[in-house]
């Protein structure tokens, strides 16, 4: 199938899916086995993860380096210091940030787009992803996943039952 881009370019469509605006992921998980499937699942998804640490320095210096994000998961408890310093340096440079943690930070408005529950399923990650990008296109949300909170403009969205 065949796909007309911005510039009226012909692009080849593969199996009807999309081309995604969220693409190249930051993943800043310090526990080893969540970050390993969290890596994985994007990855068999199609994403590509630039990155998987676990530590706040090596995060931001990635992001301070510039490197090419289009979102950053962040855990909020990290061994060496807190997800929202990562949250801060990626708002600077407005990438945006989904927190991934058992609680969501009382000041996590300011510097990410939403809040993902711990524990979540692969599912509701990926719901999570797509529900981020459609808000960053302005658009609503077609589902919003259970424990998903997004912010924006003062107000939130929620997928908590």
């Known amino acids: 199938m065949w796909e007309e881009d911005d510039t009226g370019a012909k692009q ?12 190249k992921l930051l993943v800043v998980e310090d526990e ?27 995060a931001v210096r990635l992001i301070e380096g510039g490197v090419a994000l289009d979102l950053v998961l962040v855990d ?14 990626a708002s600077q440079r407005a990438i945006p940030v989904l927190f991934v943690t058992g609680a969501c930070p009382v000041d996590a408005e300011g510097v990410a787009v939403g809040c ?16 981020i990008e459609s808000w960053v296109e302005g658009r609503k949300p077609a589902r919003m996943p259970g424990g998903l909170r997004l912010f924006g403009g003062g107000s939130s969205m929620t997928g908590l039952t």
Do not use: C, W
């Open 76 to 89: 909020v408890n990290l061994a060496d210091g807190s997800g929202i310093d990562v949250a801060r340096a």
């Open 116 to 131: 993902l529950a711990k524990p979540y399923t692969s599912r509701d990650l990926l719901a999570s992803i797509d529900a």
């Open 32 to 58: 080893p086995l969540v970050a390993f499937d969290t890596e994985h699942l994007l990855s068999e998804q199609g994403f590509t993860v630039v990155a998987t640490v676990d530590r706040v320095a090596d």
């Open 12 to 23: 080849v469509m593969l199996f009807g899916r999309k081309q995604r605006s969220i693409d």
